[in-house]
């Protein structure tokens, strides 16, 4: 299957495709990475590092054997072989998560994300690194296997009876599908309510995991505790321990509505599911019953929360139809290019929208940078497209082809900025924005609205992570992938969107992942920070100097996202 040549090929984390010549995450050949940066001072020992992954492929190699391949677990510690020195006070576990399985039996997945969900972690201890992998075991995971094929459906696939099966097995499974029981395989992030972690997808489920093991615990249905059908898989968290998320209610009571929530932090001597004590921060009308917009993430800050409604709409009517139409869910989601965009602010403390009324142009979003507050403005970033080409990449159609293939659309990091004061007697055509570091801009209409134009601060850029003690807060350093038009990401950029430098990490054959920033515990900067196998990287977070290299000889898998998590913070 492979030629003689090899070369150290790379899994990433990504939410976007990674082959110009395929389909969604797909590369020829080479290393991929995924990366943590680790705070520290600049004149301390106590360094800054990113962490990548890396794994043997060829040269030749075709996209369907790197990315559509089943993966296996790797269920016990393996030690990896270091390269280097890591920071001494460098202790926890680098956990993610992200699809491994593509195929049951003789029946596959028509779509990546689809794929059941796969955990691995990365644990530092006393100065060495261990790795694990176990596949989430979920009811979707343990239906799917005790029937030997695809039997739950996914936002992509559609699982239809065996043929075998009789006609009341059939006309109960079409029922079912009218009014879904969405999937519990949650495969996309890692999310922490209380003291617990959970790994996540964007359905009304969620699994309890154990962080250390990677062994699948309690399932749990947010709809027992809020009406949510649909929930983001990037929460926010806050310094006194509260959770913020926010999900979809589709039809509940006759309105269809986005609803935002917070789980309260675990008390002391009471560590009780902390979703039992979730409340209700805000809720805010669709502007359309039936055609709710889709959102991956939102922004928070001190006083406010940004929710981006765009006009990325899934359209409930046909989504109960798609099922006896022969066509899956994902294809009810379609983008309304000539529709604006709703930019609602909601006030922290009123719990309520503000009186005036934002807009943008149509836009697609995925990640949000960060948001903060300035001189009576609300300044938030996103990476944004101008169309939703992204998700039909990750079709597995697409990553099977070897054709080249370009994004339609390149993601750029945008700026909004929100005027907080607009008068009603302020003229039509006025700009509100005073800031002087930016040229975003908030025109008054004739209908009171403001119309935002962004100010475009990078291109060709995705998966941004910044420094989480400054969430919310005014940033200046910002961690990303280069993918420019191609779905390849080359390279690792730290961005100062203060002086718009950059410094840049790549290496050949490699293509890099999601960065993740974390804090030494003495950090005062906020950029503190054998045989080629897989591979974790440590990068200095200030230079972007390599530091050390933890190999693993395991065929590790292509993930999304995950997070870090402090040795004192585990149980």
Known sequence: MFDEKVVDSCVTS????????????????GTCAATLWVEGLVDSCQPSVAIFLSQKYVVSAKMQDIYCRNRKETSEPV???LKGTLPAWLKGTLLRNGPGMFSVGDTSYNHWFDGLALLHSFTFKDGEVYYRSKYLQGDTYK??????????????????????KNIFSKAMCYLQHTIPDFTDNCGTNIIKYGEDYYATSETNYIRKIDPETLETQDKVDYMKYVAVNLVTSHPHYDKAGNSFNMGTSIAEKGKTRYTIFKVPPASAGNEKMCLKNL????????????TPSYYHSFGMTENYIIFIEQPFKLDILKMTTAY???????SCLNFHSKDNTLIHLIDRK???PVSTHFFTDGLVVYHHVNAYEEEGHVVFDIIAYNDSSLYDMFYMENLKQDSKTKLSSKPNYRRFVLPLKCEKDTETGKDLVTLKSTT???????SGSLYCHPEIIAEGVELPRINYDFNGKKHRYVY???VELTPIPAKISKLDVDTRQTLEWEEENCWPSEALFVPAPDGKDEDDDPSKSAFLLVLDGKTFKEIARAYVDVDLHIDLHGVYIPQTQQK
């Open 14 to 29: 990504l939410t976007y495709p990674l082959n110009e010549q395929s389909g969604p995450l797909f590369f020829n050949s």
């Open 79 to 81: 030690k990896t072989q």
């Open 143 to 164: 239906c799917n296997m005790e029937a030997n094929r695809i039997v739950v459906s996914e936002m992509g696939t559609m699982a239809y009876p065996d043929p075998c």
């Open 279 to 290: 409340e209700v921060v805000c809720s805010i009308p669709c502007r359309s019953l039936f």
């Open 324 to 330: 006896i139409r022969g066509i899956n869910w994902a």
């Open 350 to 352: 009123t719990k309520k």
């Open 440 to 446: 975003a801009t908030a025109i008054k209409e004739k």
């Open 480 to 482: 990303l992938t280069v």
